[in-house]
């Protein structure tokens, strides 16, 4: 059906006797088509025409400017017509990139990266008021230490912040930028090993995605959030797998408004541009530039940018600015291609581009933390699941207990250090609760499940050292095959004790605890029910007597907590057409008085915290992102398992309560899991939810 389109749309521009030279598309054709070029720039001072890069002139497209980087020289300013502006020559420029928007000193900058091949850092300009020089505007060096062979830019459209991805040496380095002071700072997020060959990339907001070539292999695509996976995914490939016969070099992407879009890449040996589509990842055609009207053909081109917007009428959708190699005898140049002449060339169907300049209209909600823990001992996925324990006299000694999955259970203070690791086996999830009767002495209980023993351990917090002492009755069994996940709930109407226990074939089981009679505690199965699907975060409601349960894949369901509430049940929501992705995993409960407060849940899938009410039928209120903090340099939160939160006065550093949440992928630097702390009143004032401060949680029934 596509190939048929692109032949209907050839012909008819065949026909129309568009470039004479144009011949079928390049699916039909081995040699592809043939393109002119509108314009070229000046020889390079240098003659080392590598990257280039577009600033456009908002508010006069026709005036805006090509930036060339030039290995033999510096950056070059060039016009629409190919004449020269300016330049800066006093350091040694090999890639450069832009973005706009970015708020410097308070005011929006369009912002100039550019890589400084001697010296080895990334260097930030912005245009001079004179339009024709350029400031720089970085402070301290931003020392890439190895050598760089691709760079671009990227704005999130989840946080709204900016990042240069550098690469080169088989690794892709993440930077953040950001305003210090009014100058940019940057500041290494993670390396991400890619494989050597690895050179020029390009980001397409829009996917959040960072596509990049490798030499002799083909294009590849990454997810460009820091709190992402880096895991590549094949674009296109070489021959025999793809179109590429020769090197990949430049890439760069003409956006489409509705979101999609094209890659072109250099397959430079050939001197060859091959097109391919975003969404499809089909080759839509190749072409060469070949002499015509007094310029020169495009020779093995590398550095290649793009923009889709209209600039005037020689570029009315926009153009692609390639670098030459071979111009003639004289020094290498840049080559201005017509979109237009591209997409008749290649029967390209008419779309809708894009203004880069515009600022981004729909960032998600984010927050950040303030304190994150010590990382684990364990590699991997072994931090899971956090509990809030409550100091009862002073609250700053409170702490966070969290499971460390493949070895135990952990300690923290709430300046994040570790107070204890206790080796007890594979605890899963953890819950605590207040003032359980051992022998006639209240005392908070924290229960865990054992996967190592597939049994339920109990400890209780010593308040004055503030550690775990087991006060299981020996090993407490389960019964089940793989118990995984694990909530408390204490009735308001007996006042007793109850484990809920999930197993990861989603049957459910509730335990009573007892003290024993001689200072340990016992528990006795009084309730089950299967669940179709794998299950793990759950949580009792100690007021309303309602339990929720995440059926990982399927949603939030909601079951009464008490030991003869059977299997009636309602759904809260759900993966299928409600607002959460799956896994649905941690959930917690923000109380607040009368009833009122918030359901959270990990929506594991998405990287974001679902918030429901916790009243009436749980409508739900919205999303948001943990993402790191500027000021302390604390990664965001994301691939969260467990969470927990607390309405609780924590003392000076939490007064409102703390959102406490496991980090899969703990960066910034690179190191093992560990678990993110944000005051409830970031989360209060960017989601608009109230603040509560008369919660005790050893009160229980008693609030109000
Ligand atoms: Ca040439
Ligand atoms: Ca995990
Ligand atoms: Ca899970
Ligand atoms: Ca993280
Ligand atoms: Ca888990
Ligand atoms: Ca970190």
Request: include cysteine.
């Amino acid at each position: 059906m596509k190939n048929s389109l692109l032949i209907i749309f050839s012909l008819a521009i065949a026909s129309a006797c568009q470039p004479a030279k144009s011949p079928k598309p390049g699916a039909e054709n081995p040699t592809g088509a043939v393109v002119p070029a509108s314009v070229e720039t000046r020889p390079t001072a240098g003659d080392g025409a590598n990257d280039s890069a577009i600033l456009i002139n908002a508010a006069n497209p026709a005036a805006s400017l090509i930036l060339g980087a030039d290995t033999g020289g510096g950056l070059e300013l060039y016009r629409l017509d190919g004449t020269l502006v300016g330049a800066m020559n006093e350091r040694r420029i090999s890639l450069v990139d832009v973005r706009y928007n970015f708020s410097l000193g308070g005011s929006d900058t369009a912002l100039i990266v550019a890589y400084d091949s001697t010296a080895t850092e990334l260097v930030a300009f912005r245009l001079g008021d004179d339009g024709q020089s350029l400031v720089q505007v970085s402070g301290g060096a931003i020392e890439t230490k190895a050598e760089i062979e691709g760079l671009c830019l990227y704005q999130s459209p989840l946080s709204g912040k900016f990042y240069a991805f550098a690469a080169g040496k088989g690794m892709i380095q993440q930077w953040e930028l950001y305003d210090q002071n009014e100058s940019v700072a940057a500041r290494k997020i993670r390396d991400m090993p890619v494989g050597l060959g690895a050179a020029h990339c390009a980001v397409h907001d829009a996917e959040r995605a960072l596509y990049y070539s490798q030499e002799t292999v083909g294009v590849w695509k990454l997810n460009a959030e820091p709190e992402s996976e880096a895991e590549a995914e094949a674009i296109s490939l070489a021959e025999p797998h793809g179109p590429f016969v020769g090197d990949v070099k430049g890439i760069a992407i003409y956006e489409h408004q509705d979101g999609g879009g094209v890659l072109m890449a250099s397959d430079a040996d050939i001197s060859t541009f091959q097109l391919i589509d975003l969404s499809t990842h089909e080759r839509l055609g190749h072409f060469t530039v070949a002499a015509h009207g007094g310029i020169g053909s495009v020779d093995e081109s590398e550095g290649i940018a793009i923009t889709s917007m209209p600039l005037s009428d020689e570029f009315p959708r926009g153009l692609a600015v390639v670098a030459d190699d071979y111009n003639d005898g004289n020094n290498t140049n840049y080559k201005i291609l017509s979109w237009a002449d591209i997409a008749s060339g290649l029967g390209l169907p008419e779309s809708a581009g894009t203004n880069p300049t515009l600022k981004l209209d729909s960032l998600a909600v984010t927050v950040s933390p303030s304190v994150e823990t010590e990382p684990v001992k364990s590699y991997g996925d072994a931090a899971d699941d956090p509990a809030i324990w409550v100091h009862p006299d002073d609250a700053a000694q409170s702490v966070i207990i969290g499971s460390q999955k493949q070895h135990g259970i952990n300690v923290y203070a709430l300046d994040g250090s570790l107070l204890q690791s206790l080796a007890d086996g594979r605890i899963n999830n953890v819950d605590l609760r207040y003032g359980f009767s051992l022998q006639g002495k209240p005392v908070d209980i924290v229960a865990g499940t054992n996967r190592t023993t597939d049994s339920i351990s109990i400890y209780g917090v010593n308040p004055v050292t503030r550690t775990l002492e087991n006060l299981a009755d020996g090993v407490i069994a389960t019964g089940m095959l793989d118990p995984y996940g694990l909530c408390m709930y204490r009735s308001p109407k007996t006042g007793s004790f109850y484990v809920f226990v999930n197993d990861t074939n989603g049957l459910v089981k509730q335990f009573e605890l007892r003290d024993n009679g001689s200072g340990r505690i016992a528990a006795e199965t009084v309730r089950e029910f299967k669940i179709e699907t794998q299950t793990e975060g759950c949580v009792a409601d100690d007021e309303t007597g309602v339990l929720y349960v995440g059926e990982e894949d399927v949603g939030i369901w909601k079951y009464s907590a008490e030991p003869d509430g059977g299997e009636d049940r309602s759904m809260v929501d759900s993966t299928e057409d409600g607002n959460i992705t799956d896994d649905v995993e941690g959930l917690s409960i923000y109380y607040a008085a009368n009833g009122e407060g918030y359901l959270i849940a990990s929506n594991q899938g998405a990287d974001s915290y679902a918030v429901y009410e916790r009243s009436g039928d749980n409508r739900f209120i919205g999303l948001f992102h943990v993402v790191a903090d500027e000021a302390t340099g604390i990664d965001g939160a994301s691939e969260t398992d467990g969470l927990d939160v607390t309405s609780a006065n924590l003392g000076p550093a939490f007064p409102n309560g703390v959102f406490v949440v496991q980090d899969g992928r703990n960066i910034t630097p690179d190191e093992r899991q560990n678990f993110k702390l944000v005051p409830w009143e970031r989360i209060a004032s960017a989601m608009g939810l109230e603040t509560y401060n008369g919660y005790d949680p050893r009160a229980t029934s008693s609030n109000p």
